[in-house]
C-alpha cells in the first residue's frame, strides 16, 4: 500500500509540471520558452502565512535524445534573476541543450519571485548619487522600513531558496538534477548539494565561493592580486609595456588622490551639456572591480588608470555612472543584504580582514561600508555546515584574472570535495566574457558524461587575452 501511494505521488508530480507550464517570452530570447508559477510560503518552517510565487522559466531541449537530468541554473549576486539571463543560457549552453532542458528560477526576492529591490542610488538620473558610496546608509534603513512591510527579509536567506529549489525540481517532475552555479549561485549549489544531496546528478561550479577562503576578509587583496596579474600581462605585450610602463605606479598615484577625498570631475548629460560631480574612493573602486570582471574590459584599466594618474578622472566618472545605474535595475538589493549580511559577512574575522587587507591601496573600508549598511538589515541564521559531503562529481571553474573568486578559492573547495576537478583558465576573469567555444563545450561534455573522467580542457590554455586598450596615439 506504501509501495502504490508512492507511485501515485510521485505520478502526480511528474505530471503536475508539464500541466501548470505554457508558452511565454522571456527577455531577450528570440524563442518561445515554457513559463509557470509555483507558490511556496514565505515562511517554510511555519508553513502558514504569507506565500512567494515563485517564477519558473524552462527552455527546452532542442535535440531528439532528451535526458531527464535537467540543468538548473543558480544565477549570482546575490540578487540577480535568472530568467532575465535567458537569452545568455540559451545560447551560450546550446550544445548541453540538444539533451537537456535548462530551468530557470527567480530566487525567492528576484525578478518575477517577490523582488525585494531598493533602489540605493535613486531612479538613475541624478549623477551625484551614482558617484557616491556603495551603500548609502539613510536608503539602506529606509529600503529596509519599506520592504519589511510586504517581506519578513530575514526569511529571504539561501537555505530557504534552496529548499524552494528542491520543490520546483519536484513540481517539474524531475528525479535528479545538474546544477550550474556561477559566483554567489557556487555559494547557493553547496547550500542545495548539503540539503539534497540524492537530487544532485552533477555539479558545475563557476567563479567559485569557498566555505573556508573568506569572502570578506580576502576582498581587498584579491582585488589587487587580480590587477597585479592584469599588469603582469601588460608587461608581457610590447605595446602595453611600452604605452603603459609602471600601472602599478600609477594605480597607487590614483589612490593617493583619492584618499584626500572626492575628485570633481565633469560628465556629459542627455541633452549633450556637461555637469560638475564629484568622484568618491567607493564609486572608483567599484569601477575598478568591475573592470576586472571580464577580459574585455579589464585589458582597458591600464589605460584608464593612466590618464587618472595624469590627473583627468573621467574615465572614472562615466563607467560608475553606468554600473550603478545597471546594477539598480539587475540586482535585488534586499536578497543581496539579507544574503551577504547573515551567509558572508556575519562573524567575519576583524583582525583578519585588517591582516589581509595590509599592503593593499584599497584596504578596509570597502568591506567596512558593507558591514555599515548589514549592521542595519535583519539578520537570517547563518548556514551551518562546511563543504558538501559525497560523491557528486563537480567541475570548479576559475579565472586567473578575477578579482572575487581567485583559483585559489577553488582549491580550497576542490580539498574539500570528492570527486571535485578545477579548471583554472588563466585568461578568464570573473564572468563569462571571453570563455565562449571552450568552457561551453567543457561544461557540456562534463554534463553529458556525468564525470570529469577523460574530460579534455586543454582549450582553456588557448583563450588569448583581448588586445590592451592604447592610447590614441599609440594605436595609430
Sequence with gaps: MQLALGVLLLSQAALAGPAALEPCRLPKLDEPALCGSLEVFEDRAARKGRKIALRVGVLPSTGTRKAPDPLFVLQGGPGQAATNLAEFYGTTFKTLRRERDIVLVD??????????????????????????????????????DRLSAVANLALYS??????????????????????????????????????????VRSAVLKAVVAPKRDWGVFWARNTEQALDRLFKACAADAACRQAFPDPRRDLATVFERLNKGPVPVEVPEPGGAKKQVNLTRSAAVAVLRAGMGAPATAVGLPLLL????????????????????????????????TVMCAELTTGLDAKALARESAGTLIGEEPMRE?????????????????????ETPVLLIS???????????????????????????????HSFNNLGGCVDEVIAAFV?????????TTCADRIALPAFVLPAASAQ
Aim: proline share 7%.
Design 107 to 144: 530566487q525567492r526576492g528576484t525578478g518575477g519571485s517577490n523582488a525585494l529591490e531598493c533602489a540605493l542610488h535613486g531612479d538613475g538620473t541624478d549623477l551625484q548619487k551614482l558617484l557616491g558610496p556603495s551603500f548609502p546608509l539613510a536608503e539602506v534603513r529606509a529600503c529596509r
Design 158 to 199: 539561501t537555505p530557504s531558496a534552496m529548499d524552494d529549489i528542491d520543490d520546483v525540481r519536484a513540481w517539474l517532475g524531475y528525479e535528479r538534477i545538474n546544477l550550474y552555479g556561477t559566483s554567489y549561485g557556487t555559494w547557493a549549489a553547496q547550500e542545495y548539494m548539503r540539503r539534497h544531496p540524492r537530487r
Design 306 to 337: 593612466r590618464q587618472a594618474a595624469a590627473g583627468d578622472f573621467s574615465g572614472f566618472a562615466t563607467p560608475a555612472i553606468q554600473f550603478r545605474r545597471v546594477g539598480g535595475l539587475e540586482l535585488s538589493e534586499g536578497v543581496f543584504f
Design 370 to 390: 558593507l558591514m555599515d549598511a548589514c549592521a542595519e538589515w535583519p539578520r537570517a541564521a547563518r548556514p551551518t555546515g562546511g563543504a558538501p559531503k559525497g
Design 399 to 429: 579565472g586567473r584574472l578575477d578579482p572575487s573568486t581567485p583559483p585559489e578559492n577553488g582549491e580550497s573547495l576542490a580539498r574539500e570535495l570528492h570527486g571535485a576537478r578545477q579548471l583554472v583558465v588563466p585568461n578568464g576573469a
Design 448 to 456: 553529458a558524461k556525468g564525470s570529469a573522467d577523460g574530460l579534455d
